[in-house]
C-alpha cells in the first residue's frame, strides 16, 4: 500500500509527469495518430520540464538576494516557506497526506463535471502542500489519521482547488485574451483581491506594459535587458550593504562582491527567459490535447497551470509586483518588531512569484496603479497571515517556518478555527463548503439561463 501510495505522490507532486499523462490522455481520446500522440506527449513534458527549470534558476537566483537581505537586516523570526514546512510535517504525515491529494484530485474532477467550475487543477506540488496543511489541521483537531480526516481532507482540498481558478478566471481572460487556460496556484485568493483592487481603484488605460521609453533607450524594450539592468541595480546595492566580506566568505565562495552580484542578475535574468520558452512550448501543447478531457470526460473544462505561465503577458507588471510585495513586507516585518509580535520575515521566491502575479493580476483592471495597489494588498495578506494561522497549526514543530500564499492561509485559518471548536464543527464545515459550492452553480447556471432567455425575447 505504502509503495502505491509513493508512486502516486511521485507522479502526482511532478508537474511534468502529470501534465504530460494529461496530455496523453486527451490526445488518445481524440484518437490523434501515434506520432501526434507521441510528439504531444513529450513536448507537454519537455516544455514543462523547461518551465520547473527556469523557475530553479529564478529561486536560485533569489537564494543569495534573501541571505544578503536577511544578514543586513539582523532580524529573527519565521521566514514563510511552503517547501520547508511541508518538509517537516511529512515525516510525520506523510500517508495521511498522500492519501488526501488522492481523494482531492478526484473530488476535483467529480466537481468540475457536475458544477459549473469546471477547472482541472494541475500544479501537483500545490496539491502536495494542501493536503499536507489540510492533514495537519484535520488530525490536530482530534479526527486522527484514520478515514474521516482523508474523506474530509480530500473533499475540503478537492472543493477549493475547484473553486480558486474559478474566482481568478474572469482576470485571466483579461490577462490572456481568451478562455482556454486558468490559473492553478495557491495564491489565487490574493490574485483575484489584486485584481479586484485594480478593477476598483486603477486605470486599465496606463498598463505596466506601455512605458515611453525614447528612441535611444529603445533597447529597454527588451525585456532581457531591461531585467538585468535593473535587478544588477537592486543586486549591487544589496551586496554593498551587505559588505564584501560576508558575500565573498559566505556566498561567492572567494568572487568579487560586484561580479557575483551582476552574474546572480544575470542569472535571474537567463531564469526568466527559460521560463518563458517554457511557457510557449507548454501552450502550444496542452490547450489542444486538453480538448480531448473537455470533450470526453470533463465538457468545456480547462487545464488550471501553474503561476508562471502569466509571466509573459505582462513582463513589467512582474518586476513591479515583486519589488511592491517585498517593500510592503519587509516595512510589515518592521512594525512587527515595533508592536513585538512574531517577526514574519518576507520570503523572497513568495514575495516574487505571489508579488509579479498579483502585479500582473492588479495590472489588467488597473493598469500601473492596479498593479502597484493589487500587489500592495497582497503582500499586506501574505506578510500578516502567517500570523494567524501559526497557532492553528497544533503541536507540529514550525516555529522556524510557516505556509506562505493566500490559498494555505485564508482556508487554513478558517479550517483551523473550525477544528478548534471540535471535530463536528469541522466536519460540518467542510460539508457546509460542498454544498455551497453546488447551490452557487445552481445559482449561477439559472441566473445565465434567464438573461439568455431575456436575451431571446429582446431579439
Known amino acids: 500500500m505504502k509503495s502505491l501510495l509513493n508512486i502516486f505522490v511521485s507522479i502526482a507532486s511532478q508537474p511534468a509527469i502529470l501534465v504530460s499523462l494529461i496530455a ?62 511541508v518538509a517537516i510535517a511529512l515525516v510525520k504525515y506523510g500517508t495521511t497526506t498522500a492519501l488526501i491529494m488522492l481523494v482531492g484530485m478526484l473530488v476535483n474532477i467529480l466537481l468540475a463535471r457536475l458544477t459549473r467550475f469546471k477547472y482541472i487543477f494541475l500544479t501537483g506540488q500545490a496539491m502536495l502542500y494542501m493536503s499536507c496543511l489540510t492533514a495537519v489541521i484535520l488530525i490536530s483537531a482530534h479526527l486522527g489519521t484514520g478515514w474521516k480526516t482523508v474523506l474530509f481532507g480530500g473533499l475540503f482540498e478537492g472543493t477549493l482547488l475547484t473553486v480558486t481558478p474559478a474566482l481568478c478566471q474572469p482576470f485571466m481572460r483579461k490577462i490572456t485574451g481568451g478562455d482556454t487556460v486558468a490559473m492553478g496556484h495557491t495564491g489565487n485568493i490574493g490574485y483575484a483581491i ?22 535611444s533607450l529603445g533597447f529597454l524594450r527588451d525585456s532581457t535587458v531591461s531585467i538585468t539592468l ?65 470533450t470526453k470526460l470533463v465538457p468545456n473544462s480547462k487545464p488550471a497551470l501553474d503561476v508562471p505561465i502569466i509571466f509573459p503577458y505582462a513582463p513589467n507588471a512582474v518586476l513591479l509586483g515583486f519589488f511592491v510585495s517585498f517593500i510592503v513586507g519587509t516595512l510589515s516585518m518592521l512594525l512587527m518588531v515595533i508592536l513585538k509580535t512574531t517577526v514574519i520575515i518576507p520570503g523572497v521566491v513568495g514575495h516574487f512569484f505571489c508579488g509579479a502575479a498579483a502585479g500582473i493580476y492588479g495590472n489588467s483592471t488597473g493598469g500601473r496603479r492596479g498593479a502597484v495597489i493589487g500587489s500592495a494588498v497582497n503582500g499586506l495578506l501574505i506578510s500578516w497571515l502567517p500570523l494567524l494561522i501559526l497557532p492553528v497549526l497544533g503541536n ?31 466536519i460540518c464545515g467542510i460539508l457546509a463548503f460542498v454544498v455551497i459550492i453546488f447551490a452557487l452553480s445552481f445559482y449561477l447556471n439559472s441566473r445565465d439561463k ?10
Do not use: C, W
Open 230 to 294: 535593473l535587478m544588477s541595480i537592486v543586486y549591487i546595492i544589496l551586496a554593498i550593504i551587505a559588505g564584501p566580506h560576508f558575500v565573498e566568505t559566505k556566498l561567492s565562495s572567494g568572487t568579487n562582491y560586484i561580479v557575483y552580484a551582476l552574474t546572480q542578475a544575470g542569472t535571474f535574468a537567463a531564469g526568466f527567459v527559460v521560463v518563458l520558452q517554457g511557457v510557449r512550448m507548454i501552450l502550444a501543447e496542452i490547450i489542444p490535447a486538453f480538448q480531448g478531457i473537455a
Open 24 to 85: 496523453l490522455i486527451g490526445l488518445l481520446l481524440q484518437k490523434k495518430k501515434a506520432t501526434t500522440v507521441i510528439q504531444g506527449t513529450i513536448k507537454t513534458f519537455v516544455g514543462f520540464l523547461v518551465l520547473i527549470g527556469g523557475s530553479g534558476i529564478l529561486s536560485n537566483s533569489l537564494t543569495p538576494f534573501a541571505s544578503m537581505f536577511k544578514f543586513a537586516i539582523h532580524v529573527q523570526g519565521v521566514v514563510p516557506s511552503n517547501e520547508a514546512v
Open 396 to 426: 507540529l514543530k514550525m516555529a522556524a517556518s510557516t505556509f506562505a500564499d493566500t490559498d494555505y492561509l485564508i482556508p487554513g485559518i478558517l479550517l483551523g478555527k473550525l477544528g478548534q471548536a471540535g471535530p463536528t464543527a469541522i
Open 194 to 215: 489584486s485584481g479586484l483592487m485594480g478593477k476598483l481603484f486603477g486605470n486599465p488605460k496606463k498598463t505596466t506594459e506601455d512605458l515611453k521609453i525614447p528612441k
Open 450 to 459: 434567464r438573461r439568455k432567455a431575456m436575451s431571446s425575447e429582446k431579439n
